[in-house]
């Protein structure tokens, strides 16, 4: 039986070309995948595409406020005529949005896959097309509900990432892991291989209005971070990266500016919280950061800093009372909580 897609296209490299010596996005490069996913797929006539193009940007250029476009064109559709839905995004921000759509597609019937492409499509070495092929068939065989990102790493096999497990791009390649660097499946000669003991079992869904807070602040910590550079003015809530030790700065030898223990009671005493992550909930911990959760902060435990940005976005978009935020940030709604 032919599969129904909806194919929806944003941009990113993988909907861009070469001019030159510039890439940037083109309204007919989306189109391409399709000619050349024609061309390398042995059975393509087993599936069909409608094509959608809510946005048409570089994805380092992503706001938050672009997520309720996406949202809001597939939600448009009737997706119960759909068995799947594949969504062409860039690479710079694709954690972001994969956690952000895990999130907010929490009760999610049918497969959306998140398909990028680490170089343009006229380049031969790009991964864009083995993504997108790995994406179809995905729907084809297994059509497992939720929020995946097929991507092959260069010289690796193709894996499967849940969305809400996503990290971003590793530094100086175009690689990409999953936290703990456990991706979900892998794909090889045309077969599916769980990687994880992971029950995808279906979640009692929360129903969510598409709505990012745009007064969230992300820091990230590095020595000598100056905290009293930072306005706070504009802000309802503060996320704080940590070191993989699951802590930061709580030290004031330097001065007061450069501990994050001050900085937390200086958004206390503004009505301003302060969340912390990434960090694996352990029943022992390093000093400083009992020091930070004794003045106040909350810890987003076992859950990747994507997730916990996308998460705090959508709780303060939607909830009124710090009861529920907490709540809301507490419920493992995309499996986006690690062990």
Known sequence: MKKNILLVFTGGTIGSQLSGNTINTH?????????????????PDSVSFKTLQPLQILSENLHPSHWPHIIAAIETEDLSQFDGIIITHGTDSLAFSAAALSLYFNGLTIPLMLVSSDLPLDNPQANGVAN?????????QLGRAGVF??????????????????????????????????????????RFQSLQNL??????????????????????PYPGLNYSTYNLNSVDAVLHDLYHSGAACASTVMGEQYSLVEFVKRCAANRIKIYLAPALYSESAYASTRELLDVGAEMIWNTSLEAAYAKLLLAYGNFDTAPAISAYLANNLAHEQCN
């Open 27 to 43: 309204g007919s490069a989306g189109y391409k995948l399709l000619q050349r996913f024609a061309a390398q797929d042995p059975k």
């Open 132 to 140: 997108f092929l790995c994406a179809v068939e995905f729907i084809r």
């Open 149 to 190: 990102v097929p991507y092959q790493n260069p010289g690796q096999a193709m894996l499967i990432h849940l969305g809400s497990r996503l990290s971003s791009c590793l530094p100086l390649s175009s690689d990409f892991i999953s936290v703990q660097s456990q991706a979900w499946m892998r794909f090889e000669n045309g």
């Open 199 to 220: 029950e995808l079992s279906a979640r009692s869904p929360m129903t969510l209005k598409a709505d990012f807070s745009k007064r969230i602040l992300l820091i990230k």
